[in-house]
């Protein structure tokens, strides 16, 4: 853990709130929807959001590189860099679906010192850092100890995966065994998992903008943040977040490893 990261644990939540804030100005406001190159949209809302981030990092960390999902990556080889993803949930948040999220991290590397996620519509706001512990509007938090996984809560982001099928039949495995299956997508189902209120959220799919601040949120949370392989990375391009009780059981149905401590 470097001594910055207390700084960067508050600068990260603050910039998660600024840019989350404005993004809300703009929810259920009839915004006009563009598609991006890769098919997905986009809004007046996700480039202004990561603007006000952008402008609030300028200024505060002047020589830290930034990587946004809108606009790119600028100052590619700074030593530390800001990733940031203004509105994940775009689709949810063009239909007026509240769950949807503000995440900002900043990472040395593929280390992760800080990570926030704020949630504007349900007023909910993570954070954490490595050593730091995670914290829930200001509150620590940790995962549920639920280790039966009959009476889980597991959730996915799209159960089709239409990606990697196979991955879906594992999945379907996995929710056959467990209480409860949703599809609470999206960084909503990883707020709930740090809480508690949910054991597992997967993905088939994730850009490091999607995962960067969720490491951080679910190991100091108590929980386990690997990707499908079962390494414990914000960089693997999908993701597996699970409590620590169900952390080998979950990933031995889906299919991956279970890291060592």
Same mark, same amino acid.
């Given at each position: 853990?470097?001594?910055?990261?207390?700084g960067?644990?508050?600068?990260?939540?603050?910039?998660?709130?600024?840019?989350?804030?404005?993004?809300?100005?703009? *929810?259920?406001?009839?915004?006009?929807?563009?598609i991006?190159?890769?098919?997905?949209?986009?809004?007046?809302?996700?480039?202004?959001?990561?603007?006000?981030?952008?402008?609030?990092?300028?200024?505060? *960390?002047?020589?830290?590189?930034?990587?946004?999902?809108?606009? #790119?990556?600028?100052?590619? #080889?700074?030593r530390?860099?800001?990733?940031l993803?203004?509105?994940?949930?775009?689709?949810?948040?063009?239909?007026?679906? @509240?769950?949807?999220?503000?995440?900002?991290?900043? %990472?040395?590397?593929?280390?992760?010192?800080a990570?926030?996620?704020?949630?504007? @519509?349900?007023?909910?706001?993570?954070?954490?850092?490595?050593?730091?512990?995670? *914290?829930? /509007?200001?509150? @620590?938090?940790?995962?549920?100890?639920?280790?039966?996984?009959?009476?889980?809560?597991?959730?996915?982001t799209?159960?089709?995966?239409?990606?990697?099928?196979?991955?879906?039949?594992?999945?379907? %495995?996995?929710?056959?065994?467990?209480?409860?299956?949703?599809?609470?997508?999206?960084?909503?189902?990883?707020?709930?998992?740090?809480?508690?209120? %949910?054991?597992?959220?997967?993905?088939?799919?994730?850009?490091?903008?999607?995962?960067? %601040?969720?490491?951080?949120?679910?190991e100091?949370?108590?929980?386990l943040?690997?990707?499908?392989?079962?390494?414990?990375?914000?960089?693997?391009? /999908?993701?597996?977040?699970? /409590?620590?009780?169900l952390?080998?059981?979950?990933?031995?149905?889906?299919?991956?490893?279970?890291?060592?401590?």
């Amino acid at each position: 853990m470097t001594t910055e990261a207390p700084g960067l644990l508050q600068a990260a939540a603050e910039v998660a709130r600024k840019s989350g804030d404005v993004a809300l100005e703009f *929810f259920r406001r009839g915004v006009t929807v563009d598609i991006k190159k890769d098919g997905t949209p986009v809004t007046v809302a996700d480039r202004t959001a990561e603007k006000t981030a952008r402008d609030w990092i300028e200024a505060h *960390f002047p020589e830290d590189g930034i990587l946004g999902e809108e606009f #790119g990556e600028t100052r590619p #080889g700074a030593r530390r860099r800001w990733i940031l993803d203004p509105i994940d949930g775009t689709k949810t948040f063009i239909r007026g679906v @509240p769950l949807w999220g503000t995440l900002v991290a900043v %990472a040395e590397g593929d280390r992760i010192l800080a990570g926030a996620a704020y949630f504007p @519509p349900v007023g909910e706001l993570l954070a954490a850092a490595p050593g730091q512990g995670c *914290f829930w /509007n200001d509150k @620590p938090v940790r995962v549920s100890e639920l280790a039966d996984l009959s009476q889980a809560v597991v959730l996915c982001t799209d159960e089709r995966f239409q990606v990697h099928p196979d991955r879906g039949e594992r999945w379907r %495995a996995l929710a056959a065994r467990s209480a409860m299956a949703r599809t609470w997508g999206d960084c909503y189902g990883y707020l709930l998992v740090a809480t508690g209120r %949910a054991e597992v959220m997967v993905d088939e799919i994730m850009s490091p903008w999607d995962a960067a %601040a969720l490491q951080p949120i679910i190991e100091e949370a108590g929980g386990l943040f690997t990707d499908w392989t079962g390494k414990r990375t914000a960089f693997g391009g /999908n993701s597996i977040a699970t /409590n620590a009780a169900l952390a080998q059981q979950v990933r031995e149905i889906l299919g991956a490893q279970t890291p060592r401590p």
